[in-house]
């Protein structure tokens, strides 16, 4: 299986900010990489897929990057509604496996 | 839009069986993959599986030998069992779209339930 590893765990930040998640895979999933954000009590929400395609309706301050094994997912200026926790996802080979997240908190 | 929605028991004993359903409104469950994913209290994201309504399926190995997932384009809903339930299942049970080619999913889960939550307990 695909081990999906996520740094940091937690971060905390302020409006505005530049922030900036990886995401590590234990063997190469070339572009097979999907970003989530998850809210408390709601369902994770899809941001970007293939690596860097942003999903329809999500801000443009959201992007990602990256191949093979390393990934990125930059807020370029965090703004209060993006306060959560991401997950990446390797969708390349069965089991489809999550990170184990990083939550961005209120500095 | 296509709009999914999880229904099932809320609490179910050691030993049984759980038995959730997944129903889709605005599309067909026969143009999409099915897939399960949990969450237990206060933890990540784990992936069950998924079925197409052709009959192909794909499961977790952690979980495969408990697990079916199956889909009724009838109902236009699809079901997941799963057996030999233990506390550690406790968890919310989430149902996704996917879209899968040539083994992967490019796409990832684009429209999800709002899940439901199992607790298994006596």
């Known amino acids: 299986d695909i081990q999906m590893t996520q740094s940091p765990s937690s971060l905390s930040a302020s409006v505005g900010d530049r922030v900036t998640i990886t995401c590590r895979a234990s063997?190469?999933?070339?572009?097979?990489l999907i970003w989530y954000q998850q809210k408390p009590g709601k369902a994770p929400k899809l941001l970007i897929y293939?690596?860097?395609t942003l999903q329809s309706g999500v801000p443009s301050r959201i992007s990602g990057s990256g191949s093979g094994t390393d990934f990125t997912l930059t807020i370029s200026s965090l703004q209060p509604e993006d306060f959560a926790t991401y997950y990446c996802?390797?969708?390349?080979?069965?089991?489809?496996?999550f990170g184990p997240g990083t939550t961005v908190d209120i500095k | 839009q296509v709009q999914l929605q999880e229904s099932g028991p809320g609490l179910v004993k050691p030993s049984e069986t759980l038995s959730l359903t997944c129903t889709v409104s605005?599309?067909?469950?026969?143009?999409?993959?099915c897939s399960w994913i949990r969450q237990p209290p206060g933890q990540g994201l784990e992936w069950i599986g998924y079925?197409?309504?052709?009959?192909?399926?794909n499961y977790n190995p952690s979980l495969k030998s408990r697990v079916i997932i199956s889909v009724d384009t009838s109902k236009n809903h699809c079901s997941l069992k799963l057996k030999s339930l233990t506390a550690a299942d406790t968890a919310v049970y989430y149902c996704?779209?996917?879209?899968?080619?040539?083994?992967?999913?490019?796409?990832?889960?684009?429209?999800w339930g709002q899940g439901t939550t199992v607790t298994v307990s006596s």
């Open positions: 996704a779209r996917d879209m899968i080619t040539y083994g992967g999913s490019l796409n990832g889960l684009d429209v």
């Open positions: 605005g599309g067909s469950i026969g143009n999409f993959y």
């Open positions: 079925g197409h309504y052709r009959g192909s399926t």
């Open positions: 063997q190469s999933i070339s572009n097979y």
């Open positions: 293939a690596a860097s």
């Open positions: 996802q390797q969708s390349y080979i069965t089991p489809f496996s």
